[in-house]
């Protein structure tokens, strides 16, 4: 796949914008309220089992799974339900989402306790009943992902974290190493994968000295350091950088014989398994150029994007002139600041007006950067031709769903164009007509 590909493999050499790499979790003020959404994962949405009226704990099963591909959904906060509605969320999509009114005590449910784990169908149940999803941003069910349908050989630990200003899943491994390791020999005995490589981008080196001091009398598992390029992360970049091996085209990582989990995910599950509390929290970075105080908050699941800002503050004299939910390189703009946070949310990037307003898009001028620039080899200048004449073949042939919107491309272009926008619908379209049988 990637080598057949000949791609460069050179990835954008982003800022090191690390601001808050020092800056220890610390516990937002508890918000008034919290809207839990039912959704936040992917597959099936959860179901609401709870009633306006409600009194609630923190850890309280308020979503059910109901499906295969789904996820628990717990309450963050302990207080009254004031609403079961529906919400629109960011995608355009509708589910259920749950309103609670905290009471300020943070009263643990009586029903966290630690699981009883002693075989591997216990184990995937307790993951299940935590309502584990990829926390690295993908959000995909813990418990699906580890029952693939083809044996794997590695179990590889995503700690690149490359995206610019991020340093969650750093802080993750400096104050949760114990927890991490608890969830990979978990993992480890109750999956029968022999063994286990974390991956960590070079410019951490206090996390990969940590992580090595943890695991050297651990013989399965072994720190991999990795190029400090942005795009490592990357679920096919990390299995070639850590592997050597290629997922085959359409195919999963399991294919390439390795699972892929974010070091974040990980570190949740050791802490489940010694504490019984569900995911109902994740350390969020606040940063940007708009951000009065950097830094990494412990946020409740369901908070509003307004109060994330108003408890790091707004730099006097300057106008905000976007939200970012996530990385400032693959996150997206946050439309509405009520608009509640998930479990998949790993930073708010405060951007001021005057950054947040790109110069105007001139015309191409071929210099090829996009192509010399992509981590997965591929063209956007070409796929941009093929999109426009909707030429689904030469899309296929361009291999256009390999492209994860990683914003390299509008990154280095020096005509400013909006290249990941682009590919982003390029893609869509492709796969689109693919699913209707269109002409591959």
């Not at 999509?93 to 009263?107: L, M, N």
């Not at 946020?299 to 109060?307: E, W």
């Not at 001021?352 to 001028?365: E, F, T």
Request: one cysteine or more; charged letters at 20%.
């Amino acid at each position: 796949m990637l080598n057949k590909l000949k791609r460069a493999a050179l990835g954008a050499h982003t800022p090191h914008d690390k601001a808050t790499a020092a800056s220890k979790p610390v516990p937002m003020p508890l918000p008034a309220q919290v809207r839990i959404l039912m959704s936040q994962h992917i597959g099936a949405p959860a179901k609401a089992i709870v009633k306006k009226g409600d009194q609630v704990c923190v850890g309280t099963l308020i979503g059910e799974a109901s499906g295969f591909v789904s996820a628990n959904i717990h309450s963050s906060v302990s207080g009254t339900v004031t609403a079961v509605e529906s919400y629109r969320l960011s995608n355009g999509r509708a589910c259920d989402s749950v309103v609670i009114q905290t009471d300020g005590k943070q009263t643990v449910d009586p029903a966290v306790k630690p699981p009883v784990v002693t075989d591997k169908a216990s184990f995937l149940a307790a993951v299940r009943a935590c309502g584990l999803v990829g926390l690295g941003g993908a959000g995909f069910p813990t418990d699906v992902k580890l029952q693939p349908k083809t044996p794997v050989d590695t179990l590889l630990i995503n700690a690149s974290e490359c995206e610019v200003w991020l340093t969650s899943d750093t802080q993750e491994m400096l104050n949760s190493s114990d927890d991490i390791i608890r969830g990979i020999k978990a993992v480890l005995q109750y999956t029968g994968i022999p063994r286990c490589i974390i991956g960590i981008e070079k410019n951490k080196p206090e996390c990969i000295d940590l992580m090595c001091q943890k695991t050297k009398d651990l013989g399965n598992v072994d720190v991999k350091p990795l190029p400090s390029v942005y795009g490592t992360g990357a679920e096919l970049i990390l299995i070639e950088k850590c592997l050597g091996r290629e997922v085959p085209h359409g195919g999963l990582p399991a294919d390439a014989g390795a699972i892929v989990m974010n070091v974040t995910s990980v570190s949740k599950l050791g802490k489940y398994l010694a504490t019984g509390m569900p995911v109902v929290e994740r350390t969020v970075t606040v940063d940007g150029d708009a951000c009065a105080k950097p830094q990494n908050l412990v946020v409740p699941v369901g908070t509003s994007y307004q109060d994330i800002i108003n408890a790091a503050g707004l730099k006097q004299g300057v106008t905000l002139g976007k939200v970012v939910d996530g990385g400032a390189m693959m996150g997206r703009a946050v439309e509405d600041l009520s608009y509640p946070v998930s479990k998949t949310c790993s930073g708010v990037i405060m951007l001021s007006d005057a950054s947040a307003n790109p110069p105007a898009a001139q015309a191409c001028i071929r210099c090829g950067r996009c192509i010399e620039y992509c981590p997965m080899g591929l063209a956007p200048v070409e796929v941009n031709g093929a999109y426009a004449a909707r030429d689904v073949a030469e899309l296929g042939k361009l291999h256009v769903d390999y492209c994860f919107n990683c914003g390299s491309c509008t990154f280095v272009c020096p005509a400013k164009r909006p290249c990941t926008q682009m590919m982003s619908l390029a893609k869509a379209y492709y796969l689109n007509e693919i699913k209707k049988g269109g002409n591959k």
